[in-house]
């Protein structure tokens, strides 16, 4: 680190006048190579120092090992302040060229000059002493703070690194727990779909309509459908609602007739079973999403496919969002793209994180249609990836805190809002040697991912298989 | 009989879904309705008001994208909106600020934690339909049946 200081600075008239009546003599002048010692601390000196040009490193050793550095004494400052005026001679650091250096001197013996200016050395040089005591307590203070920081940021490190063991412990029970319930999830929807098709086929039609396409109307839709069905066939408020919620068209339903209010509970019963079964396999994904997410903070496991199709990436990514996407129009503009040595679980890591942020930051606008685009193209030597949203943007002093984690714009946890996925796609794209890049503006956000073709994680690191975060 | 109106918002329609199911034992006497966000809300709260319905119940959840559930319950109760309407909110994660700014400014009468038992939040909903009944000065005695006899305050 540099440190800029004011110290014994040769500025004022004061100590020009110092300078050029002490410090001109050329035969009191030595030069000194990069690397070379001027002084050792503990060791002898009886000089007063001024550089002429050059950098000096003032070093003392450090208790329990090492080396700090005290001072850095560019031209016109002075070096050995310390031990020449407290008359001890004996040298507080050790002083190491840094750049070619000249420096002029003067010793102990050094007679006073104009005694008009102060009867004794010392009086005539405080005010290089006092600056230069300013200085050491700047510099002290300074060394100071930075340890403050260090120890600040190695406290977070242990706290995320901790958090991460933790997480990989809760992540491992979780998935358990997730597996079971989405195994078992499964063996009685076959089982249902099985039951139906044998007992009662027309039910299953109801079932499958639940299960296939789920609950995808707004709660709105839903009302107005059913105010429609109720005017045009007279239904209870109950019976149309339960009609309305299946997506069931009022041409699709006309075939009941008069016994649409009979049926209405019975497709209803069959189609929120079906519906039921998407919801917990949704459910099931979101979890596995969330575990998946908070294991990365710890070690994980990429196995590297060295012909990845991109674009394959974000589809499995998009099967994975299909629930939030919902709310939002979704426009794909995929290019043909060269395959890329990287790990698909790692990619769809990435796309997962910028679409959800994507999705996310349109819901806290609910005034317009919210829309995503995500485009992929290749270039030369990258593949280019970009997550557009035409959401309220990012505010300007925010940009530079995104990609940190636990920062997170989300109100009050909303969603996993951790704060980690930007923090885990900035780690993940640079471990492949491509970075993101991010413009926002109220309207339009853009979050761009570029990753090498070639050269790139799968070569230039060797085929890896494993490592930690 | 004319039934009472519960209105449920909540912007996951999975979390809505499953209420809609556990309060089916309760479909004699209440109709629910379904938002997926505070705003909406207000669009079926001021169509109810016009209409003088008997809005007994409110669930809501508590974070939601845009306005979250004890800031709608805070305005609607500062307004003097729907003064013997009950309110319960739903919540994932509350902290002890939220719990002492829903209790003081947005005058909740239910906490129920997400992930909820659906026996205790029948008999939950069911102690606050009553005590709307009760409050509102609504002839009881078709309702009574499914409700509870026993009432808060």
Same mark, same amino acid.
């Given at each position: 680190?540099?440190?800029?200081?004011?110290?014994?600075?040769?500025?004022?008239?004061?100590?020009?006048?110092?300078?050029?009546?002490?410090?001109?003599?050329?035969?009191?002048?030595?030069?000194?190579?990069?690397?070379?010692?001027?002084?050792?601390?503990?060791?002898?000196?009886?000089?007063?120092?001024?550089?002429?040009?050059?950098?000096?490193?003032?070093?003392?050793?450090?208790?329990?090992?090492?080396?700090?550095?005290?001072?850095?004494?560019?031209?016109?400052?002075?070096?050995?302040?310390?031990?020449?005026?407290?008359?001890?001679?004996?040298?507080?650091?050790?002083?190491?060229?840094?750049?070619?250096?000249?420096?002029?001197?003067?010793?102990?013996?050094?007679?006073?000059?104009?005694?008009?200016?102060?009867?004794?050395?010392?009086?005539?040089?405080?005010?290089?002493?006092?600056?230069?005591?300013?200085?050491?307590?700047?510099?002290?203070?300074?060394?100071?703070?930075?340890?403050?920081?260090?120890?600040?940021?190695?406290?977070?490190?242990?706290?995320?690194?901790?958090?991460?063991?933790?997480?990989?412990?809760? %992540?491992?029970?979780?998935?358990?727990?997730? %597996?079971?319930?989405?195994?078992?999830?499964?063996?009685?929807?076959?089982?249902?779909?099985?039951?139906?098709?044998?007992?009662?086929?027309?039910?299953?039609?109801?079932?499958?309509?639940?299960?296939?396409?789920?609950?995808?109307?707004?709660?709105?839709?839903?009302?107005?459908?059913?105010?429609?069905?109720?005017?045009?066939?007279?239904?209870?408020?109950?019976?149309?609602?339960?009609?309305?919620?299946?997506?069931?068209?009022?041409?699709?339903?006309?075939?009941?007739?008069?016994?649409?209010?009979?049926?209405?509970?019975?497709?209803?019963?069959?189609?929120?079973?079906? %519906?039921?079964?998407?919801?917990?396999?949704?459910?099931?994904?979101?979890?596995?999403?969330?575990?998946?997410?908070?294991?990365?903070?710890?070690?994980?496991?990429?196995?590297?496919?060295?012909?990845?199709?991109?674009?394959?990436?974000?589809?499995?990514?998009?099967?994975?969002?299909?629930?939030?996407?919902?709310?939002?129009?979704?426009?794909?503009?995929?290019?043909?793209?060269?395959?890329?040595?990287?790990?698909?679980?790692?990619?769809?890591?990435?796309?997962?994180?910028?679409?959800?942020?994507?999705?996310?930051?349109?819901?806290?606008?609910?005034?317009?249609?919210?829309?995503?685009?995500?485009?992929?193209?290749?270039?030369?030597?990258?593949?280019?990836?970009?997550?557009?949203?035409?959401?309220?943007?990012?505010?300007?002093?925010?940009?530079?805190?995104?990609?940190?984690?636990?920062?997170?714009?989300?109100?009050?946890?909303?969603?996993?809002?951790?704060?980690?996925?930007?923090?885990?796609?900035?780690?993940?794209?640079?471990?492949?040697?491509?970075?993101?890049?991010?413009?926002?503006?109220?309207?339009?956000?853009?979050?761009?991912?570029?990753?090498?073709?070639?050269?790139?994680?799968?070569?230039?690191?060797?085929?890896?298989?494993?490592?930690?975060? | 009989?004319?039934?009472?109106?519960?209105?449920?918002?909540?912007?996951?329609?999975?979390?809505?879904?499953?209420?809609?199911?556990?309060?089916?034992?309760?479909?004699?006497?209440?109709?629910?309705?379904?938002?997926?966000?505070?705003?909406?809300?207000?669009?079926?709260?001021?169509?109810?008001?016009?209409?003088?319905?008997?809005?007994?119940?409110?669930?809501?959840?508590?974070?939601?994208?845009?306005?979250? @559930?004890?800031?709608?319950?805070?305005?609607?109760?500062?307004? @003097?909106?729907?003064?013997?309407?009950?309110?319960?909110?739903?919540? @994932?994660?509350?902290?002890?600020?939220?719990?002492?700014?829903?209790?003081?400014?947005?005058?909740?009468?239910?906490?129920?934690?997400?992930?909820?038992?659906?026996?205790?939040?029948?008999?939950?909903?069911?102690?606050?339909?009553?005590?709307?009944?009760?409050?509102?000065?609504?002839?009881?005695?078709?309702?009574?049946?499914?409700?509870?006899?026993?009432?808060?305050?």
């Amino acid at each position: 680190m540099t440190v800029s200081t004011t110290t014994s600075d040769a500025k004022s008239p004061d100590l020009s006048w110092l300078i050029s009546t002490y410090f001109s003599d050329p035969l009191r002048r030595i030069r000194l190579r990069k690397g070379e010692r001027l002084m050792v601390q503990g060791g002898y000196n009886d000089r007063l120092y001024l550089v002429l040009k050059g950098v000096l490193v003032g070093c003392v050793r450090a208790p329990g090992g090492g080396q700090y550095e005290l001072f850095r004494a560019t031209r016109n400052k002075f070096v050995g302040v310390y031990s020449f005026f407290s008359r001890t001679f004996v040298s507080s650091a050790t002083v190491i060229v840094e750049r070619d250096a000249e420096v002029a001197y003067i010793d102990q013996h050094q007679p006073v000059k104009d005694p008009s200016r102060g009867s004794s050395l010392f009086e005539q040089f405080m005010p290089v002493v006092v600056m230069d005591l300013k200085y050491r307590q700047q510099r002290e203070l300074q060394i100071a703070r930075e340890k403050e920081r260090a120890l600040r940021r190695l406290i977070h490190t242990e706290r995320l690194a901790s958090l991460g063991q933790m997480a990989a412990g809760i %992540a491992h029970e979780l998935n358990n727990a997730v %597996a079971v319930l989405e195994r078992n999830t499964e063996w009685l929807r076959e089982n249902l779909i099985r039951a139906l098709r044998e007992q009662s086929p027309e039910q299953l039609e109801y079932f499958r309509l639940g299960l296939e396409k789920g609950r995808w109307q707004s709660t709105r839709e839903v009302r107005q459908q059913a105010e429609v069905l109720e005017r045009a066939y007279g239904l209870s408020t109950e019976a149309a609602h339960k009609l309305a919620e299946t997506g069931l068209s009022a041409e699709q339903l006309a075939r009941y007739g008069k016994h649409l209010q009979v049926v209405a509970d019975v497709v209803h019963y069959y189609w929120q079973l079906g %519906a039921t079964f998407r919801d917990m396999a949704v459910a099931a994904q979101h979890a596995a999403h969330v575990v998946k997410s908070v294991k990365y903070l710890a070690t994980q496991e990429t196995a590297i496919e060295p012909d990845l199709d991109v674009n394959k990436s974000i589809g499995e990514a998009l099967i994975l969002l299909s629930s939030p996407l919902r709310k939002v129009d979704l426009k794909l503009n995929l290019g043909e793209l060269p395959p890329i040595a990287a790990s698909k679980g790692e990619l769809v890591q990435v796309w997962s994180n910028l679409i959800r942020n994507a999705v996310e930051s349109l819901a806290t606008d609910s005034t317009k249609r919210g829309e995503v685009v995500i485009t992929s193209w290749a270039t030369d030597e990258v593949v280019h990836v970009s997550v557009q949203d035409n959401g309220p943007g990012i505010p300007k002093h925010m940009l530079p805190k995104i990609f940190q984690p636990n920062y997170t714009t989300k109100e009050k946890g909303l969603e996993f809002g951790l704060g980690l996925g930007l923090t885990i796609v900035e780690r993940i794209v640079h471990n492949y040697g491509g970075r993101v890049s991010v413009q926002s503006r109220p309207g339009r956000t853009v979050f761009t991912v570029t990753l090498p073709i070639r050269g790139g994680y799968g070569e230039a690191k060797g085929a890896l298989h494993r490592r930690s975060a | 009989m004319e039934k009472l109106k519960v209105l449920c918002i909540d912007d996951q329609r999975e979390v809505l879904a499953a209420l809609r199911k556990d309060l089916e034992p309760l479909a004699a006497v209440c109709t629910i309705i379904e938002c997926e966000s505070a705003a909406e809300a207000e669009e079926v709260l001021a169509e109810m008001e016009r209409r003088g319905d008997h809005l007994a119940l409110i669930i809501c959840d508590h974070i939601m994208p845009g306005k979250n @559930g004890i800031d709608l319950l805070a305005e609607l109760t500062q307004a @003097g909106r729907f003064p013997n309407t009950k309110k319960l909110l739903l919540t @994932g994660l509350a902290t002890h600020e939220d719990t002492i700014y829903a209790i003081n400014e947005a005058h909740i009468d239910r906490y129920v934690e997400k992930p909820w038992d659906a026996s205790q939040l029948q008999q939950s909903v069911k102690i606050l339909l009553t005590t709307y009944l009760v409050r509102s000065g609504l002839e009881y005695q078709p309702y009574l049946e499914l409700l509870d006899k026993a009432s808060e305050g």
